[in-house]
């Protein structure tokens, strides 16, 4: 923590203050309404948002932890990722423009890498998408096998949400080619929006917007 050396400050308001008397500014009542807004803050729990956004968020949970546990128990190459919480209990947070809500918070099995999936609504509580975020990766390595469960998670959304697995691989190759920068495109109801300016340093994130 930051340590803030005031001694010098508190010498110079002591020398201004033997000239004479301040007097002691008198303190303004506060409102109790203004104190009651601040301590009082929004809660939304899942429960709390459009029904059909609702109906739409658990549909999709369910088919991720299906896509899991499909993987989980590949005879020939199973794969060991995290499974989505349910029922969905967590309260949302508040954004800028409207709530995001954790679907997945998970590290990387045996390594260092980190990664959260969110669902996205506006101010009424809609449905408006979808984002991933990795952090942690080791972008460098050789066998790459501290990646694939977060790409293998990537590539669970992509199927869940009916996108094209094979059009996401040709756009990300693309984002790369982009001197590790972003790239959009567009794909079915959404708009999917590649954020990898991190990329070497083990960080990318992943935008499914909504377009309807």
């Known amino acids: 923590m930051k340590k803030l050396l005031l001694s010098a400050c508190f010498g110079a308001l002591l020398l201004a203050g033997c000239g004479g008397k301040v007097e002691k500014p008198k303190e303004e009542p506060v409102e109790k309404e203004a104190v009651q807004e601040q301590e009082t803050e929004e809660v939304v729990t899942f429960e709390n948002i459009d029904a059909g956004s609702k109906a739409t968020v658990e549909k999709l949970v369910k088919k991720y932890n299906t896509m899991v546990e499909f993987m989980k128990q590949d005879e020939e190459e199973p794969i060991e990722i995290a499974s989505m919480s349910e029922p969905l209990t967590n309260e949302l947070t508040v954004e800028d423009n409207g709530f995001s809500q954790t679907l997945l918070d998970a590290d990387v099995l045996g390594y260092d890498g980190h990664y959260v999936i969110n669902s996205k609504y506006d101010a009424e509580k809609r449905i408006t998408g979808y984002s991933l975020k990795a952090e ?77």
Do not use: Q
Request: aromatic share 10%; hydrophobic share 40%.
């Open 136 to 212: 942690g990766l080791n972008m460098l390595s050789e066998e790459g096998d501290d990646l694939v469960e977060v790409f293998t998670a990537i590539a669970a959304l992509i199927e869940v949400l009916g996108l094209n697995i094979d059009l996401y691989e040709a756009e990300s190759d693309k984002a790369l080619d982009e001197d590790f920068g972003t790239h959009t495109y567009t794909d079915g109801d959404y708009t999917i929006s590649m954020n990898f300016e991190d990329f070497l340093a083990g960080e990318i994130s992943i935008d499914y917007n909504l377009t309807k």
